[in-house]
């Protein structure tokens, strides 16, 4: 079964509304990874959270980590086209310090001028 | 930040060949590489930890002797899919770690394999 779970699986709005995308987790996340694609090409890191609670910005993208460390959210203000493209979230699964990533089905965003 | 370089971008075989992709570290050094396989409109899924030194490790479900991985250098991990069938046709992504100290994972821009 997927670790996990991104909702929505697909998302369309307007320009200029603001949308958030979400992550849940079955296990304790002990790092959280959020990546935007675009189809057919490679993953651009948007951040990562560790700390229950934790909040990081981005210009006009926010992501938060729960307290339990079980769910995460990103939150984009104002879309823009340019923001459409494929979020993925990732969970460091790995041991011995090295990141291996295990990914949620991604969420498919698009923005419409 | 740093980058990592995939060879080639796009593949298209023959059932039955096989095929190589290389992930290359450009400025920094990898003893760690991962291999992911992204389905269309699916999302990805790790295939293999490539060691550089050593053999690599798979997940469960994926044939180590179908997908052939050698670490050949700290900034070079190859991947071969031996004896490509159709269902092999796929986006293979290699990442590696940061090592200056920080958690982020660089990401090759992926490779498109189409076996006929």
């Known amino acids: 079964s997927q670790e996990l779970e991104q909702s929505p699986q697909s998302l369309i709005v307007q320009e200029g509304k603001n949308l958030t995308i979400n992550c849940t987790s079955s296990?304790?996340?002990?790092?959280l990874y959020w990546y935007k694609q675009k189809y057919g090409e490679g993953l651009i890191f948007l951040m990562m959270?560790?700390?229950?609670?934790e909040e990081k910005s981005h210009e006009k993208i926010t992501a938060k980590l729960d307290e339990k460390k079980q769910q995460s959210s990103l939150h984009i203000t104002a879309s823009q086209p340019s923001h459409a493209g494929i979020y993925l979230c990732g969970a460091d699964r790995g041991s011995g310090g090295y990141n291996k990533l295990i990914f949620g089905a991604g969420t498919r965003l698009a923005v419409h001028p | 930040g740093a980058v990592v370089s995939q060879h080639p971008s796009w593949v298209i075989c023959k059932s039955g060949t096989s095929v190589k992709i290389e992930c290359r570290s450009l400025?920094?050094?990898?003893?760690?590489m991962f291999w992911y396989r992204q389905f269309p409109k699916q999302s990805l899924m790790l295939m293999a930890t490539?060691?550089?030194?050593?053999?690599?490790?798979?997940e469960q479900g994926v044939e180590k002797d179908k997908f052939l991985i050698n670490h050949a250098s700290l900034t070079l991990s190859t991947l071969t899919v031996t004896s490509a069938h159709p269902e092999d046709s796929s986006f293979y992504i290699c990442?590696?770690?940061?090592?200056?100290?920080?958690?982020?994972?660089?990401f090759g821009p992926g490779t498109r394999l189409t076996v006929l």
């Open positions: 990442s590696a770690p940061s090592t200056s100290g920080g958690d982020e994972q660089f």
């Open positions: 296990k304790t996340l002990y790092g």
């Open positions: 490539s060691n550089e030194g050593s053999k690599a490790t798979y």
């Open positions: 959270l560790q700390k229950g609670g």
């Open positions: 400025d920094f050094q990898a003893t760690t």
